[in-house]
T-cell receptor, first 115, second 116 residues
Framework: ETGVTQTPRHLVMGMTNKKSLKCEQH?????MYWYKQSAKKPLELMFV???????ENNSVPSRFSPECPNSSHLFLHLHTLQPEDSALYLC??????????????FGEGSRLTVL | AQTVTQSQPEMSVQEAETVTLSCTYD???????LFWYKQPPSRQMILVIR??????QNATENRFSVNFQKAAKSFSLKISDSQLGDAAMYFC?????????????FGKGTKLTVNP
């Protein structure tokens, strides 16, 4: 098992669809993150979860709804998205509070296309 | 808010040569951490090297080294003896010393091409 696994790798959806992205980490970490990666833009932090509690919501539109049922799993629920939401969505994990290493461990990303 | 600027959208280097990628950042903090991450095509982003701001000595990891100029708020990455496998997007990132999670601020990235 790789450290951080994201599914699906590719997703095409219409603006009225509802879909979910899944992230699972096998590293025993306590913090998980969603980042949005768009071409020619810096990675945008969307959400941070520490010990299953959301500690950061970076003014993300409500059409993106995160869920963290436990420290190993993170979901991003998508509904009524816009074409400008098309991007690579990266999940990452880290040791979290009290266990600083400065390192994020990333998944390979989910490439989302909104038609 | 902190910002990270990578002024070189693309760079290229000949195999076995040396290349330097630039990064500047803006912060009012005195203690922080800086990183370079590598994202190969269609593969996971991985940490290349990190630097603690309180350390004067520049970090090195094998062929990768940094030139950290705290007063100038500059943090460049030098890749020596470039290899084909070094071809990737490189992202500079900043982390505040405050807070418990690794919330990083990234630059836009530099695409590095290695020519055989």
């Amino acid at each position: 098992e790789t450290g951080v696994t994201q599914t699906p790798r590719h997703l095409v959806m219409g603006m009225t669809n509802k879909k979910s992205l899944k992230c699972e980490q096998h590293l025993g970490h306590n913090a998980m993150y969603w980042y949005k990666q768009s071409a020619k833009k810096p990675l945008e932090l969307m959400f941070v979860y520490n010990f299953k509690e959301q500690t950061e919501n970076n003014s993300v539109p409500s059409r993106f709804s995160p869920e963290c049922p436990n420290s190993s799993h993170l979901f991003l629920h998508l509904h009524t998205l816009q074409p400008e939401d098309s991007a690579l969505y990266l999940c990452a994990s880290s040791q979290g509070s009290g266990g600083y290493t400065g390192e994020l461990f990333f998944g390979e990303g989910s490439r989302l296309t909104v038609l | 808010a902190q910002t990270v600027t990578q002024s070189q959208p693309e760079m290229s280097v000949q195999e076995a040569e040396t290349v330097t990628l630039s990064c500047t950042y803006d912060t009012s903090e005195s203690d922080y951490y800086l990183f370079w991450y590598k994202q190969p095509p269609s593969r996971q982003m991985i940490l290349v090297i990190r630097q603690e701001a309180y350390k004067q000595q520049n970090a090195t990891e094998n062929r990768f080294s940094v030139n950290f100029q705290k007063a100038a708020k500059s943090f460049s990455l030098k890749i020596s003896d470039s290899q084909l496998g070094d071809a990737a997007m490189y992202f500079c990132a900043y982390r505040s010393s405050q807070g418990g999670s690794e919330k990083l601020v990234f630059g836009k990235g530099t695409k590095l091409t290695v020519n055989p």
